[in-house]
């Protein structure tokens, strides 16, 4: 018996590339970047990778896309499931302690992430297979000033801030 197709146009991968193209937009990370747009500092479930981007001089901040939970699916009627995914948008400074204070530098990543914010609830038609994302869109969420350190990058020592975003995965056919 042959495996069936994917049927769920609403995968993890589909929607963080959606929101790579979006997120950069109008922020000091794209006015940073060599491109101008940020696309080589936003990274899909690359945290590697970006590691390495971060270790050189320059650039001093990245941004990495990854699922924070597993993606749940509910049967909702005979051959059709809807779906519940949150995804973190984890914004990385480096801090070398001698250029900015720290909190300077974390009000950057604010702003940095409230413009994100704003990419996201002002894309109406991003869809993908027919699927509006951002109507999808069930709550935003941002971490706060405390956990703002991440030790889990060996060489440098950045600050971090995640903003969740929790999707509902439209219903689709089995």
Known sequence: MPLRSVNNPNVDIAIMALLKSILPTGTQLAASSQS?????????????????????????????????????????????????LAIDVSYYKKWTGNVEDIDTQWSEICTDLERMKANIEEQ??????????????????????????????????????????????????A
Request: hydrophobic content about 35%; proline content about 6%; cysteine-free.
């Open 36 to 84: 101008g747009t940020g696309d080589e500092l936003i990274f899909i479930q690359e945290k590697y990778k970006m590691s390495l981007v971060l270790r050189q001089d320059t650039p001093t901040s990245a941004v990495n896309i990854s699922a924070s939970t597993p993606q749940e699916y509910t049967l909702e009627a005979q051959r059709s499931y809807s779906g519940l």
């Open 124 to 173: 109406d038609a991003i869809e993908y297979s027919g699927a509006n994302h951002t109507i999808s869109l069930e709550k935003i969420a941002i971490s706060p000033y405390d956990a703002q350190f991440d030790d889990s990058i060996p060489g440098i020592t950045p600050i971090k801030r995640v903003m969740t975003l929790t999707y509902n995965l439209l219903p689709y056919g």
